[in-house]
T-cell receptor, first 112, second 114 residues
Framework: GDSVTQMEGPVTLSEEAFLTINCTYT??????LFWYVQYPGEGLQLLLK?????DKGSNKGFEATYRKETTSFHLEKGSVQVSDSAVYFC???????????FGQGTELSVKP | EAGVAQSPRYKIIEKRQSVAFWCNPI?????LYWYQQILGQGPKLLIQ????????DSQLPKDRFSAERLKGVDSTLKIQPAKLEDSAVYLC????????????FGQGTRLTVV
């Protein structure tokens, strides 16, 4: 069935470090791909998206590129800040009926 | 634009009791999702509606969970009877153009079953 696998957390980085959170998904059709973020005590928010192969989604300094050949959508940021501390979820949306599923989440902790 | 509204925010019940959650989606959003998020895990899709029809309920435990969406707007999710393992945050989300914009989430209802 449809599934998504994310890098296990928690990930602890120092401020200004480079971030990568890996995400791979099952290639059923051509899903739209999303990253959601959940800050402490808050609800899920859409961070960025890509709707077709080779698209690059970006927001708040985060980027992710839709890689159809490797069925991946890795999240990157060149220089993380303490305020980026949150849980990040990779979420493919499958074309068959618009089914949006989530990975298990990766907790990021950024230390000053 | 008002967001997705959910109530109550918190609920504590004893096992074997029943409970209901309510969701009011963003106006005009035809797609509505209910998710269960157990602590430390990602949200698990329980049921997806398109207007007032069910698109996917393959992971809904139908012996105890039920959901409805009357008139294609508000939705309720019910658990009867509750078990300890139902303790989780129940999230409602809605979307107008999900392939382009994804879904918008409410704050959730935190259920504790004791």
């Amino acid at each position: 069935g449809d599934s998504v696998t994310q890098m296990e957390g928690p990930v602890t980085l120092s401020e200004e470090a480079f971030l990568t959170i890996n995400c791979t998904y099952t290639a059923t059709g051509y899903p739209s791909l999303f990253w959601y973020v959940q800050y402490p005590g808050e609800g899920l928010q859409l961070l960025l998206k890509a709707t077709k192969a080779d698209d690059k989604g970006s927001n708040k300094g985060f980027e992710a590129t839709y890689r159809k050949e490797t069925t991946s959508f890795h999240l990157e940021k060149g220089s993380v800040q303490v305020s980026d501390s949150a849980v990040y979820f990779c979420a493919p949306l499958y074309n068959q009926g618009g089914k949006l599923i989530f990975g298990q989440g990766t907790e990021l902790s950024v230390k000053p | 634009e008002a967001g997705v509204a959910q109530s109550p925010r918190y609920k504590i019940i004893e096992k074997r009791q029943s409970v209901a959650f309510w969701c009011n989606p963003i106006s005009g959003h035809a797609t509505l999702y209910w998710y269960q998020q157990i602590l430390g895990q990602g949200p698990k899709l329980l049921i997806q509606f398109q207007n007032n029809g069910v698109v996917d309920d393959s992971q809904l435990p139908k012996d105890r969970f039920s959901a409805e969406r009357l008139k294609g707007v508000d939705s309720t999710l019910k658990i009867q009877p509750a078990k300890l393992e139902d303790s989780a945050v129940y999230l409602c989300a809605s979307s107008l153009a999900v392939y382009q914009d994804g879904a918008f989430f409410g704050q959730g209802t935190r259920l504790t079953v004791v």
